[in-house]
């Protein structure tokens, strides 16, 4: 009896154990590969969030620098010392708008294209944090130069460092470039450990030429060999490691090498709080086994329902939902597990959230960026909603930042962030970058919107007070509003359209509508049909008479073009001249003028009309190697005297490239053509190159001689120009007399020649033709 007691007892005991493992096996399985989801989401999340935060910090600083390196261009008091050529001064001052920013480099480059001043901080050594003169300093700068200057290649390697920089043009009176200047932080260290800081992981930068890279930073204090080629690997050949988790992207070409940054950590540390979750799991069980096998019919449920509870917890975290609490039991090794599980939870919230924040809200005024608003916005589009953007940009920010500093541009900022959410009916307000905010209305209407507009207005021009200075704040606002569906980017198109209107036309407000819009797409039009326009003969000459002020005669006229397009009607010169500047017309158009003015010389000849003829060339043509050549041919192949023809050069050809331009004219002038600068006073060539120009007279610019009998300072300054010219044996002409008194005072003081609209406006060469019959002048 004893032994089938013993027996039975055994096939019940060892029931139970097969029972026990069969069931902890199996809650074991759930558990690990539940566990091994949210590992999986885990990493994607992490290298989701590394990639967004590596993108918004560099962009950040391209963005910072290039606001400041704009911000420094038009500081009055860099560009004095700068066109006064006071080196050490020059680099004082470039040294304290470095400071500001604390920029690990400071650069600025002359319109020759040499480095007069380049500043740079230590990085390393004993002279750490000390600002030396760069090694290129007073050297060529070693990129091509042209309006686009700020666009160069963000990097820069400089004595074994690479910078990110960024460039602004300096310019001088009417957007004239005299020089660049630029500012760069170091990629290195200090950026790698700001990455690490915000995602948790390893960071750095490594140069490839595709067979060997070379970490040049590392926010880690050392690196294993095991590190080096798992990142390396998958830098150079894509090849993951399943040992890490890894994140890279291209920056760009440096020295034929490409620059990468990149982000790692090893899955157990990345994981580390689920293996040890894992180990206390794996634990428990052992010691619950003893137990269980004796207290099997008692506790077998009590077993089951924390494993059932922790794995449905696991798949529900896996999910992405933190916010319930473990609760699996009362006994304390289960309440431990689960205090670890929520603390778990709440661990990855934290971090989740702050990351998170970071990525969708702006540092300065924690208003959401750009991000934030198009996550927001986009059920409203997909719903078609009717939804108004304004885009908002306070006035005279940059005169605060340069008169007072960026302190309190801040501190504007802030306060303008802080006046704007105090306003009802905005449904968002978010901050996009620099002094520009946009708000989200929806579903009202153009009346209410005004209202609302003007209620924003008044919150925001009430009196600002800081530390005792006041500010009277204002703001433009661009506004696009429809009650169609639409897109955000759209929306922001057409409210940038209308800010920018706004502000040309000194408006408070604009709400977009595309009669302001037509002016861009007329242009991108244009821009399409020049080219066939000169050849398919759509252009036209007008001629503005010149009058021999001693003579008291017509003698000369000024060939004029005009676009007499099919569809738009005359274009003026003024629209589709700097399109050809722009598109590389300017030779084939200005080869045409001087082929039809030849003509027409010729045929006025024929009449008996004898006109000398001035054609206008631009900067485009003097770069041209060939373009005197084909000048001297035209006029030797058509028999026309050369002294019929004037060629008229603004000063800014001339300034643009004035050795290759006095070369250029030499060549003319050495075969008899006879030259004038025209627009003489706005320009801003020296009396030393005006000097050495071939030219044989000034065209006064009419800015200084409309208003000839009203102003006494424009008629000291023609004065001084008659002076001038003639002490140089230089003919006068002056162009914008517009009463008879004018025409006289100039008579009186020995100006040669002149043209207006009191003589006659552009007229075509029948016209021309008619005027002289009828004229005083002729």
């Not at 902890?24 to 590394?50: D, G, H, M, P």
């Not at 307000?429 to 209305?441: A, H, K, T």
């Not at 071939?694 to 006064?700: G, H, M, N, Y």
Request: a negative charge; one cysteine or more.
């Amino acid at each position: 009896m004893f032994g089938i007691f013993n027996r039975i007892q055994m096939r019940i005991f060892a029931f139970f154990v097969i029972l026990l493992i069969a069931v902890q096996a199996i809650s074991f399985s759930i558990t690990f590969y539940a566990n091994k989801r949210l590992e999986q989401e885990q990493l994607r999340n992490q290298l989701s969030v590394a990639e967004l935060v590596f993108k918004s910090e560099y962009n950040d600083r391209n963005y910072y620098l290039s606001a400041f390196a704009e911000t420094a261009a038009k500081d009055f008091g860099l560009k004095d010392i700068f066109i006064d050529d006071d080196s050490r001064s020059f680099l004082v001052a470039l040294n304290n708008h470095r400071k500001r920013i604390n920029a690990d480099i400071a650069i600025a480059i002359n319109i020759e294209g040499n480095i007069i001043g380049e500043l740079m901080l230590s990085p390393r050594g004993m002279d750490k944090g000390k600002v030396k003169v760069g090694p290129e300093h007073g050297k060529q700068f070693r990129y091509p130069l042209d309006t686009e200057f700020q666009d160069v290649n963000p990097l820069y390697p400089l004595d074994d460092n690479i910078y990110q920089i960024k460039f602004a043009p300096l310019t001088s009176g009417a957007s004239n470039i005299i020089g660049w200047v630029g500012f760069g932080y170091i990629i290195g260290d200090e950026l790698a450990r700001s990455l690490q800081m915000k995602t948790g992981l390893n960071a750095g930068f490594m140069v490839s030429n595709g067979e060997n890279n070379q970490f040049i930073s590392l926010s880690a204090e050392r690196v294993n060999t095991d590190d080096y080629q798992a990142v390396s690997e998958f830098i150079q050949n894509g090849q993951s490691n399943d040992e890490y988790v890894l994140w890279h992207e291209a920056l760009g070409e440096v020295n034929n090498k490409q620059l990468h940054a990149f982000m790692y950590l090893t899955r157990y540390d990345v994981l580390e709080s689920f293996q040890k979750q894992w180990l206390l799991q794996l634990g428990l069980i052992v010691l619950m086994l003893p137990i269980s096998l004796l207290l099997a019919f008692i506790i077998s449920s009590d077993v089951t329902r924390p494993i059932k509870v922790l794995i449905e917890q696991a798949r529900f975290i896996a999910k992405g939902n933190y916010n319930s609490k473990v609760q699996v039991g009362n006994s304390i090794e289960m309440k431990q597990l689960a205090e670890e599980f929520t603390v778990m939870q709440e661990a990855i919230v934290s971090r989740e959230s702050k990351i998170a924040f970071q990525a969708y809200h702006d540092p300065l005024t924690n208003l959401p960026n750009k991000n934030e608003l198009e996550r927001v916005t986009q059920p409203w589009f997909e719903d078609k909603s009717a939804v108004a953007i304004c885009l908002i940009n306070i006035k005279r920010m940059t005169e605060v930042n340069g008169t007072l500093g960026h302190v309190v541009g801040d501190e504007v900022i802030k306060e303008v962030s802080k006046r704007l959410c105090s306003v009802d009916n905005i449904d968002l307000v978010c901050r996009m970058s620099g002094d520009e905010f946009v708000l989200v209305v929806k579903q009202t209407s153009p009346k209410a919107l005004r209202e609302l507009m003007a209620q924003v207005q008044q919150t925001i021009e009430a009196e600002y007070c800081y530390q005792d200075i006041s500010l009277h704040l204002q703001l433009t606002v661009g506004i696009s509003f429809v009650h169609y569906p639409s897109d955000l980017e759209t929306l922001l198109r057409q409210a940038d359209t209308s800010l920018q209107y706004a502000k040309k036309n000194k408006l408070d407000q604009q709400i977009y509508n595309q009669k302001i819009d037509v002016n861009t797409l007329e242009r991108l039009q244009l821009i399409n049909e020049l080219k066939s326009a000169i050849e398919q003969g759509e252009l036209v000459l007008f001629y503005q008479p010149k009058l021999d002020l001693k003579l008291n005669k017509v003698t000369h006229v000024e060939a004029l073009v005009r676009w007499q397009h099919p569809d738009r009607g005359m274009i003026p010169p003024d629209t589709f001249i700097p399109i050809a500047e722009q598109m590389g017309q300017m030779n084939a158009l200005t080869r045409w003028v001087m082929n039809e003015s030849i003509a027409q010389y010729l045929r006025w000849k024929s009449q008996g009309i004898d006109l000398g003829i001035a054609i206008n060339i631009s900067a485009e043509n003097l770069k041209d190697p060939y373009f005197c050549q084909y000048v001297l041919d035209v006029i030797s192949d058509s028999n026309v005297p050369i002294e019929a023809l004037t060629l008229e050069i603004t000063e800014d050809a001339v300034v643009s490239d004035p050795e290759n331009a006095i070369k250029q004219l030499k060549i003319l002038k050495k075969y008899g053509l006879k030259l004038s600068i025209d627009d003489y006073g706005t320009g801003y060539s020296s009396l030393a190159q005006l000097k050495q120009l071939p030219v044989d007279e000034l065209k006064i610019d009419k800015s200084f001689v409309q208003n000839l009998m009203v102003s006494q300072d424009d008629q000291i300054i023609v004065n001084s120009t008659l002076q001038l010219a003639h002490s140089l044996g230089l003919r006068v002409v002056a162009e914008g007399i517009e009463d008879e008194a004018a025409l006289a005072w100039l008579t009186e003081r020995g100006c040669e020649m002149g043209q207006g609209y009191y003589l006659s406006r552009p007229t075509d060469a029948d016209n021309l033709v008619q005027w002289l019959t009828s004229s005083r002048y002729a």
